[in-house]
């Protein structure tokens, strides 16, 4: 399978609802030397992680990309889209309670984006409020 491409397109984005397709994914972003993202639901809700460990230690992230996903985090947790206890990263990322398929696909291709230095679609995603 090839490696999802950046920015990746909603659809592309793995569900890891089950175990087996989680280690799937997880398996085959680590093979790739790729940050792992996948949705997976939970009940009604849906659930995004992210993993930067897959993708090896040549893969660097900026501290202002760190800055700008924790930024998002804290305006989606404001918002009440996603769970208080979601987390950041630096290195594993997963945003819980998330509405709809749709919007977590969303979210996952934007964090994705983000972990390889791309912030606009995180931006788009969670816009910035005044």
Excluded at 18 to 46: C, I, L, M, P, S
Excluded at 92 to 102: G, H, I, K, P, T
């Amino acid at each position: 399978m090839q490696p999802l491409p950046t920015p990746c397109p909603s659809g592309l984005v793995p569900d890891a609802t089950d175990v087996d397709a989680f280690n799937a994914a997880y398996r085959r972003a680590k093979q790739q030397h790729r940050v792992f993202v996948a949705v997976e639901e939970q009940g009604r809700r849906w659930t995004v992680k992210a993993d930067t460990l897959t993708a090896g230690p040549d893969h660097t992230i900026v501290d202002s990309t760190y800055d700008a996903i924790r930024a998002a985090v804290i305006r989606l947790i404001r918002s009440r889209q996603i769970r208080a206890d979601s987390s950041a990263g630096p290195i594993y990322f997963v945003l819980y309670d998330v509405e709809s398929e749709q919007r977590a696909r969303d979210l996952a291709t934007a964090l994705h984006s983000a972990l390889y230095g791309d912030l606009d679609p995180l931006t788009r995603a969670v816009p910035e409020t005044s």
